[in-house]
């Protein structure tokens, strides 16, 4: 076969591929363009940890959308959908799409919980970002638990950061303090309840044993928890089970015990 020729060929080839191609655009596009929405499907990726939402609560979040089942797919506005859902104060994120076969399609992320405060009546969640937001009906989270005198001023059902400067700086720092717990091998789990005293000294309450920990200010968090150590493994063993109450770790170099 001449070069002339094979060229033409190939060129006509891919004329042929290229209007297949477009082709099918055009008709895909077409049948969106009649195809109307059947239904929801929901997927929420974090469900085996965490049950906030579930695909009931989504559906009925989107009756504030309006109708858009029976609507064309391609007139669906899927940013008003995530709109939406993203201002639910459980949902850390969520994505939407329309798929050929006529459904709305949602992906959602929760957004997860590291401790769950109790104070002046009304409780909320903060997330590991500093982020408050309200606590949830029909599931709570097993995360620890901090009550008595917290210096925030949350209002009931409020979402977002804390207002002032001061209480975003505790916030965070009470976090710290969380998170070296949870990623210590000795001390992981094993403190159910943080109380904060008047005066805005902190008491660990262990899930074991009856002393209560006196751990001061959020400062000097190594130390603090290395006098701890010690006690478990020196002083405590030297005593019957129970034999003090509280174990007080505010002084550098010492460890105050009461009966």
Known sequence: MKKGVRHILLGLLAASA??????????????????????????IADSAKLSFVNAEDV???LGSYGEYIGQRIDSVNLKKVEKILNERSAILRADAFMTDDGYLNVTLTQREPVVRFHSGGNGYYADESGFVFPLQKGFSSRVPIVDGNVPMNIARGYKGEPSTDKEKQWLSSLLALLNYIESSKT????????????G????????EGKEKFIFGNLSGIDSKFARMKEYYEVIAPSKEVGYYSSVDLRYEGQIVCRK
């Open 18 to 43: 290229i209007a297949v191609y477009i082709f099918g655009l055009l008709a895909s596009a077409r049948n969106r363009h009649l195809t109307t929405c059947k239904g929801v499907r929901v997927e």
């Open 59 to 61: 559906k009925g979040y």
């Open 187 to 198: 001390w992981s789990n094993n403190f159910s309840q943080i109380t904060v005293l008047q």
């Open 200 to 207: 805005g000294d902190l008491l660990l309450v262990p899930r």
